[in-house]
């Protein structure tokens, strides 16, 4: 066995692959000289719900559901056939009780696959994974954004966030109104939502960031939760940064294994001044803004 190969141990039907320790770039201070286990478990789809290219699902996973934290991930098997062979990745969306949520758009096989399970199915999942946001430094006035299938991990985020006492802004954009499937959830859940879309069907007419921008004049928020398309998120960094506002962001990438043993999804993030390759499904997928290199600053 290599050094990142793993092994399954069966643990009254949860496995647990055990990542033995590797050496390394050890970012914002964790320690991965230590094991990581990973949950492995089947969980029945109790809800789904889906409109408009978005699907919901709620899938009864007390061993995810208990340790999640917002930000975090869980990886799907969305098809016991092996084609598609790779798990694919899905930020936790929802947690009540023993149960979590996944909201996904289908964009190709694997997640079409997905919204085609039934209620009663299983899916085989592992989770939860990853680093989440820093829901303990948000302040009093925090602001959340989300672009289209990225209010996914926001929704999570708002819930605890309010759990904790503090009331979130709300930021959601899409295309057209039908990128804004989760609107009338958010607003029954009342929290305080500023809509955009970039044809003016639904809110304010453009980009989220435009109206995130404008709101700024009356509002200061005390940190930044944001999640979507790499455009949006590379100029609320942009924005956070000259305007003094900590953020973080949650980065997307082709993840083979979610679990750190694939490199799969490596990414320049900077630590300490310094820019180096880390696996995201492992130190990510949220980074505080100074950390992130993005792809625009890449290309200079
Ligand atoms: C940490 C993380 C959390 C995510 N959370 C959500 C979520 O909550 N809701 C949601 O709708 N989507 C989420 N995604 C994106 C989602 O994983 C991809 O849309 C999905 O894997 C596409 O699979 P597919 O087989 O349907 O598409 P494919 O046919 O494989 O590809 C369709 C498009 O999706 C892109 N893609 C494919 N695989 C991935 C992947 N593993 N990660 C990112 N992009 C990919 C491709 O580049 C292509 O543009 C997340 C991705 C990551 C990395
Ligand atoms: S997805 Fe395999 S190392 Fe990150």
């Known amino acids: 066995m290599n050094t990142h190969s793993h092994y399954v141990k069966k643990l009254s039907g949860v496995s647990k692959f055990l990542l033995p320790p590797r050496p390394g770039f050890c970012y914002r201070g964790l320690n991965f000289r230590k094991a990581m286990a990973v949950n492995r478990s089947q969980a029945k ?65 694997g997640t079409s696959l997905l919204a085609r399970k039934a209620e009663g199915e299983e899916v085989d999942i592992l989770g939860p994974l990853g680093q989440g946001f820093s829901v303990g430094e948000a302040g009093t006035k925090p602001a959340l954004v989300g672009g289209g299938r990225g209010i996914a991990p926001l929704v999570f985020l708002a819930d605890e966030l309010r759990a904790a006492g503090v009331e979130p802004n709300v930021f959601y954009g899409g295309k057209t109104a039908a990128d804004l499937p989760l609107r009338e959830e958010l607003e029954r859940q009342g929290f305080d939502v500023f809509l955009s879309t970039d044809d003016g069907s639904l809110g304010f007419g453009g980009l989220v960031t435009e109206l995130f921008g404008k709101r700024l004049d009356s509002f200061r928020p005390t940190r930044l939760f944001a999640c979507g398309p790499e455009a949006m998120m590379e100029n609320l960094s942009a924005l956070s940064l000259r305007e003094g506002i900590p953020a ?19 990414k320049k993030i900077r630590h300490r001044g310094a820019a180096g390759w880390i696996k995201i499904c492992q130190e990510g997928p949220v980074f505080a803004a100074e950390d992130i290199v993005w792809d625009g600053e890449e290309r200079g």
């Open 248 to 266: 973080e962001f949650s980065l997307e990438s082709v993840m083979g294994c979610g679990f750190g043993a694939c490199w799969g999804c490596v």
């Open 45 to 109: 789809i109790i809800r789904k719900w889906s409109r408009d290219g978005y699907c919901t699902l709620t899938l009864e996973a007390p061993a995810v559901a208990g340790p999640a934290r917002p930000g975090q991930f869980i990886m799907v098997k969305v098809s016991d056939h092996g084609h598609p062979l790779l798990r694919r990745p899905f930020s936790l969306h929802a947690r009540q009780g023993s149960n979590v949520s996944i909201f996904f758009q289908v964009t190709g096989l």
